[in-house]
């Protein structure tokens, strides 16, 4: 992970595999730096053609990282509730603890919206093929919440197109194709 002063252009590594600061991202996919507390969150879709994936969580000053959800190779499980799939994008749940999880993996039409409550590490479902109702994607991409409605925008990068999920329902509708 890299950070980089995009005034001054100056780069500076935070974290990289194996430097022993915490567990390695496996396919990193989506990073989403909390605006205070100088943290990043980042979803690591797993290994190529496996259903596994984590969360992390990136301290920025010293490259720090701790693993909110999924599985460690030696450490085990961890987080509770709802399956981490394959983890892709992310965002932050506003007045809460909690980030917002879109998950899939390819091939299933399965994809899902979880809640990851930072403190507990417990996931809850929020849509899914039994949770809402409307369109699923096959793999989503980035995730992102508008201020002033709530809604969740999500992409599929095999569908090239764009939903958006009532938090509270998770009903989904396409929005763009």
Known sequence: MVELDISSGFTRTICAAGDGMGPDFRNAEQVNVHPELRVAYVTSAGAYGSDEGQVHMV??????????A???????????????SRPRGLAFQEGTSS??????????????????????????????????????LDVPGSLEREASTGNLFMTGTTEGAQLVIDPISGDRVIASR
Request: glycine share 18%; hydrophobic share 45%.
């Open 59 to 68: 301290i920025l000053d010293s490259g720090f990282r701790v693993l909110l």
């Open 70 to 84: 999924g599985e460690d190779p030696d450490l085990g499980s961890f987080g509770a509730g709802v399956a981490v």
């Open 99 to 136: 980030l917002l999880v879109a998950a899939g993996e390819a091939g299933g039409g399965a994809m899902s919206l979880y809640s990851l409550d930072l403190t507990s590490r417990v996931r809850m479902e929020m849509s899914s093929a039994t949770l809402g109702q409307g369109p699923l």
